[in-house]
């Protein structure tokens, strides 16, 4: 039953074009053809990655952090109550009006006491502006050391500057070791990214970011065994072009410098709006839609790797629409944040803080600093 899973699973037919077989791309005179098998490091290397990013965070984000100043906000926790704790970890964080003036019953507490308290059990699970800070920082140095090696390794070949070369001699196209390392990196990289998923910050886009890696993590297995790697390496370094621009503007988001995260936020919008939404379909989508139909029959593997296409379109548009929609209020002067992210609540909408004294602390906070003016923290 297994073996004819397998066998049926890897027939000629669904991953490769009509008349070509696997026996095509066996490695000979020298010449060597990508394989699945090659795939197989990618995971170990992911908890490798996991591993140095353990102690990147250790030794050199937090070291960044506490130079560029990033500052934690105090948060007042709530106080220890069994029966609040109990709704609060089986029946939902946001309790309903009734499930407040039934708690208050339970607990001896009045109703505004049980807002108050969920509020701040709320933002005792929300992530530290340090975690995210070394997240950020993460993320940033391998995108920008991964668009620098995946240009070294993509502008001197000739589909590069003509993208009709990226299907010449297809299938049949032998690898070079900057390739495979190129592959094997990235690949590793985005298991380990949904590996630590449930563990990094989560924002209101957790869903579309699983999809999106899983997606990611499908087009780079299938266009490596299926010898599409010359389009990959194109796709890849297109998405790294802008990803860095995003982390580095949080980084500097979290550190307070607010104009200096506009400015890098401005660029990034463009640089994502010229890539995603007019390189990638115009000229990468149209590369491999329409040029290999002029070779060989549509066949499985080339509907498959399209419609993976489709899907990280559709996304790139999806978050396209947010980044937009920030750049408009930062233009017209409103409140620009992460459309993504959670604000953290504060105490301001109960009366706590006629309590604590004026100033900036009866100020709205995002991401734990006083909302000022029109400078304001756009992207978490």
């Known amino acids: 039953m297994l073996r004819t899973l397998y066998d049926y699973f890897w027939w000629e037919r669904l991953w490769l074009p009509v008349n070509l077989t696997w026996a095509d791309l066996e490695d000979r005179d020298g010449r060597v053809y990508a394989k699945a098998s090659d795939l197989y490091i990618t995971l170990p290397l992911a908890l490798l990655f996991l591993i140095i990013r353990y102690f990147f965070e250790l030794y050199v984000a937090t070291p960044l952090a506490a130079l560029l100043n990033v500052k934690e906000k105090t948060r007042l926790r709530a106080p220890p109550n069994a029966t609040l704790e109990h709704f609060y970890l089986t029946s939902g964080k946001q309790p309903k009006q009734v499930e407040v003036e039934l708690l208050s019953r339970q607990s001896g507490l009045s109703g505004r006491q049980v807002e108050r308290w969920f509020r701040?059990?709320?933002?005792?699970d929300r992530p530290s502006l340090l975690k995210k800070f070394r997240e950020a920082s993460w993320r940033f140095t391998f995108y920008l050391i991964a668009f620098i090696a995946g240009m070294a390794v993509i502008v001197d070949k000739p589909w590069f500057y003509d993208m009709k070369k990226v299907w010449e001699g297809y299938?049949?196209?032998?690898?070079?070791?900057?390739?495979?390392w190129y592959y094997m990196i990235e690949l590793s990289f985005y298991w380990s990214l949904l590996f630590s998923i449930a563990s990094d910050v989560k924002r209101k886009d957790f869903k579309e970011q699983i999809i999106h890696h899983v997606a990611t993590i499908i087009l780079i297995s299938f266009s490596w065994f299926?010898?599409?790697?010359?389009?990959?390496?194109?796709?890849?370094?297109?998405?790294d072009s802008s990803d860095y621009l995003l982390e580095s503007a949080k980084m500097f988001n979290y550190a307070g410098w607010k104009n200096t995260c506009n400015n890098i936020f401005i660029v990034f919008a463009i640089v994502f709006i010229i890539t995603r939404l007019v390189i990638l379909p115009?000229?990468?989508?149209?590369?491999?839609?329409?040029?290999p139909l002029e070779l060989y029959p549509a066949f499985f593997g080339y509907y498959f790797f399209n419609s993976m296409m489709g899907v990280l379109q559709l996304?790139?548009?999806?978050?396209?629409?947010?980044?937009l929609r920030m750049a408009h209020k930062f233009i017209t002067g409103k409140l620009v944040e992460d459309e993504r992210s959670d604000r953290e609540e504060t105490e301001s909408s109960e009366g706590e803080e006629?309590?604590?004294g004026g100033g900036a602390k009866n100020r709205p906070l995002a991401n734990g600093h006083p909302i000022l003016n029109n400078n304001h923290r756009k992207n978490d």
């Open 282 to 291: 115009f000229w990468i989508l149209h590369c491999t839609l329409v040029y």
């Open 226 to 239: 299926a010898n599409y790697i010359r389009a990959g390496t194109l796709i890849m370094a297109l998405h």
């Open 120 to 124: 701040r059990r709320r933002n005792q």
């Open 315 to 323: 996304l790139h548009i999806f978050w396209a629409y947010l980044i």
């Open 354 to 356: 006629a309590a604590t």
């Open 171 to 180: 299938p049949v196209q032998s690898t070079v070791p900057s390739q495979y």
